[in-house]
């Protein structure tokens, strides 16, 4: 097997991942808050793509168009109504609180959808094709990857092109400094964790067609979304992007080369590394821990 | 004197509790999950509470006990309290590696890699043959003394002992010099190493008592099941578990977890014994065959996670102190 072939599929499960990693990265950058319910959001965008694909016959790329609105809302309200109370409380109550939160979600999941893992099949779930040789890519990952890209794309012209994007990054960089300047932090904080939502759930539903969708399946990528962060340098956007593709490399070099048993093992062993060598990550600011 | 007296009654009470109800499996059983959840949680509380150090990742030291003790067992028949000594050892030196890593860091990172330690510990337990991977250990027999380890009595004692050790020492650790300088970095970090406190040295002498003691907690919980594998001792619900009964009985106080225990181990044995959903259906509430009646009996049992993620959510938005710091007095 080529070195090309794990190269190729890690950057394209790296893209998703990145989402991710993107989604958990904005809520931390505005609110200096680390979610812990990031991966039962990914579970729950899973699932709206299953049942958007098995009761509505929507295809899971296309259901994205109703999933993306749901889960901002979904994520919108859980910032009214739960995370904002304890945004000026100590961090640990903070990543209780989420930790509650994810309970909450993964367990009605598990009660709601028995803990039998489901399957997405679309037509084109096995299918891939050859571009160079004996590298095949994998027709749902290239379009998961091309749709990452295009959401990216189009955040990062909201962020810096749009007022509201402007705000949210104001609101980033100095909390204080930006409500003295007329802007809405709150209303900031509950859009920033809408949009964390929205891009958990799309990441969510793009790994479906590829993935087990399982009630707990949110405790693996809560865990890999923390890596992508840290490795990027908590809050910084781009740092999540570039962490999300290293990760999915690491990840599937790892499988190819010693064993898909250890994969996770060496993630975390690369989290705690970055932690101690360079905790501000890759593109985090010095003295930022 | 009051106090003194309050505690040999309770001591007392705790002693000779198993006489009185004599040998109902199921009632030790309960009364020996409160009292590991009482002094894992205790013992969690010596670095969470007092140096204020959240440790997301205290399953890894518990697992560290468990597996050793059962490890050594099972091979070499080697003598149980020379294993708990071994697990000892091996939780320390998890933790040696831990503090250094985490204690450079603060806040937000901090807990993040208290947890990645504890997942690292857990998916290498999983992935190596000599800890049974997947299927666990199973232990079949046991010997220590004359003791009859088939009894859960020994046992009850056993976590008794260790409550009872966990708390003096954090009694004795709130009135120490150590302790008026884990309580300082707790309160601020940064004023607490200007007047010259080594808060590396005395986070981590926090973390490897609170890591010692659960060690020891992980060993007896091996030897009492006898069967441990890493959804059961390694588990992130566990860590979680942990840091949930301190909340609710109250954070950085000498009672508060033991409190927690006593309500928190009832409740999860209610629902997971179906006790609530049988108890509707037998006043009448709700009929066995409704579909009420069978979501009760066929689901609820699973849902003891679910009401602590409702009972995480509620504590942490209205009662942050915890049933403890309801009855203080405000500063």
């Not at chain 1, 989604?23 to 505005?30: D, K, W």
């Not at chain 2, 050793?68 to 003598?79: A, E, H, S």
Request: net charge positive.
């Amino acid at each position: 097997m080529s070195f090309l072939q794990p190269l190729i599929s890690g950057i394209l499960t790296g893209g998703v991942y990145a989402l991710a990693g993107i989604g958990m990265s904005l809520v931390f950058g505005v609110m200096n808050i680390s979610n812990f319910a990031h991966g039962d959001l990914m579970m729950l965008g899973m699932y709206l793509a299953f049942f958007a694909f098995t009761l509505l016959h929507i295809d899971p790329y296309i259901s994205l168009v109703l999933i993306i609105p749901i889960s901002f809302f979904f994520g919108y309200m859980m910032e009214r109504i739960f995370i904002n109370k304890v945004i000026h409380h100590p961090h640990q109550n903070q990543i209780l609180l989420t930790i509650g939160l994810g309970l909450i979600m993964s367990n009605t999941a598990l009660l709601a959808f028995t803990s039998d893992p489901k399957i997405l099949t679309t037509t084109y779930s096995s299918s891939a094709f050859n571009p160079f040789g004996d590298v095949s890519v994998s027709v749902p990952l290239l379009l998961s990857f091309l749709i990452t890209c295009a959401i990216t794309i189009i955040l990062y012209f909201f962020l810096s092109k749009t007022s509201t994007g402007m705000a949210l990054r104001a609101t980033s960089q100095n909390r204080e400094a930006a409500q003295l300047m007329g802007i809405n932090v709150a209303k900031m904080s509950a859009i920033a964790f809408g949009i964390g939502t929205a891009l958990a759930a799309t990441a969510g539903a793009l790994i479906a067609p590829t993935y087990y969708i399982h009630p707990l399946a949110g405790h693996t990528f809560l865990l890999k979304a923390f890596t992508i962060c840290v490795l990027g340098g908590l809050g910084s956007v781009v740092g999540a992007g570039v962490g999300g593709i290293i990760i999915g490399v690491v990840e599937a070099m790892s499988s190819t080369y010693l064993s898909s048993d250890w994969k996770d093992v060496i993630v975390f062993v690369i989290f705690l590394a970055v932690l101690l060598l360079r905790p501000q990550g890759l593109f985090g600011k010095k003295g930022g821990q | 004197m009051k106090q003194i007296a309050f505690l040999s009654v309770l001591a007392a009470g705790a002693v000779l509790l198993p006489l009185v109800i004599g040998e109902n499996p199921y009632v030790i059983g309960i009364l020996i999950s409160m009292l590991m959840m009482a002094a894992l949680s205790s013992a969690w509380n010596i670095l969470g509470g007092y140096a204020g150090q959240y440790s997301f990742g205290h399953a890894a030291y518990f697992g560290a006990g468990a597996y050793t003790t059962m490890i050594l067992v099972t091979l070499y028949n080697l003598n149980p309290l020379f294993c708990i000594a071994v697990g000892i050892v091996v939780a320390s030196i998890i933790a040696l590696i831990t503090g250094s890593i985490v204690f450079r860091l603060r806040g937000h990172y901090f807990g993040l890699a208290s947890i990645a330690v504890a997942e690292v510990v857990r998916l290498s337990v999983l992935n190596f043959n000599f800890t049974g991977g997947a299927q666990g250990i199973l232990l079949t027999d046991v010997a220590l003394w004359n003791l009859d380890l088939n009894s859960k009595i020994p046992f009850y004692y056993g976590m008794l002992l260790v409550l009872v050790v966990t708390l003096s020492i954090t009694a004795y650790l709130r009135r120490s010099k150590t302790g008026y300088y884990l309580q300082a970095i707790r309160e601020d970090q940064d004023a607490a190493a200007s007047l010259g406190i080594n808060i590396y040295f005395y986070k981590n002498k926090a973390l490897l008592l609170s890591a010692a003691l659960t060690s020891v907690l992980g060993s007896l919980y091996g030897l009492y099941i006898r069967f441990i594998d890493t959804s059961a001792v390694l588990d992130l619900r566990l860590s979680i578990e942990i840091i949930l009964t301190a909340i609710i009985g109250g954070v950085g106080t000498l009672w508060g977890p033991v409190i927690g225990a006593l309500l928190l181990v009832p409740l999860a044995e209610m629902l997971r014994s179906n006790l609530i959903g049988d108890m509707l259906i037998k006043a009448g509430l709700v009929s066995e065959t409704s579909g009420v009646g069978l979501f009760l009996k066929g689901s609820l049992a699973n849902a003891h996670v679910l009401v602590y993620g409702i009972i995480t959510v509620l504590c942490i938005l209205y009662l942050p102190k915890g049933i403890l710091g309801l009855f203080r007095r405000k500063k």
